[in-house]
């Protein structure tokens, strides 16, 4: 059972990217997920979060007008569209689960990310 982040690279600022996370061994359709990223030496943060359903969409105050979180349960997977992208955005993006819409606690361990590097 885990989450398989992808799409990550380099971009210059006021670029684009979209994310990808894939489920092997469960439906996504059953979980909220998040995307969260790190930068080394700092703790992790939460980016962005969309619930099962894909009907209600939470955002970082950072990145809110700039990211989009998508799903699509046919395909198990949930996207995240990064635009307008800044080099403080540069960090390794993960994408976890949550049991609940009010749980804060990570359902799966954290699988290898996916590094966004933002610069020119």
């Known amino acids: 059972v885990q989450l398989v982040e992808s799409g990550g690279g380099l971009v210059q600022p006021g670029g684009s990217l979209r994310l990808s996370c894939v489920a092997s061994?469960?439906?996504?359709?059953?979980?909220?997920i998040t995307w969260n990223r790190q930068v080394p030496g700092k703790e992790r943060e939460l980016v962005a979060r969309?619930?099962?359903?894909?009907?209600?969409?939470d955002y970082a105050d950072s990145v809110k007008g700039r990211f989009t979180i998508s799903r699509d349960n046919a395909k198990n997977t949930v996207y995240l569209q990064m635009n307008s992208l800044k080099p403080e955005d540069t960090a390794v993006y993960y994408c976890?689960?949550?049991?609940?819409?009010?749980?804060?606690?990570?359902?799966?361990?954290w699988g290898k990310g996916t590094l966004v590097t933002v610069s020119s």
């Open positions: 976890n689960a949550l049991r609940s819409w009010s749980s804060t606690t990570p359902l799966l361990d």
């Open positions: 061994g469960f439906t996504t359709g059953s979980y909220h």
């Open positions: 969309i619930s099962s359903a894909g009907v209600n969409r």
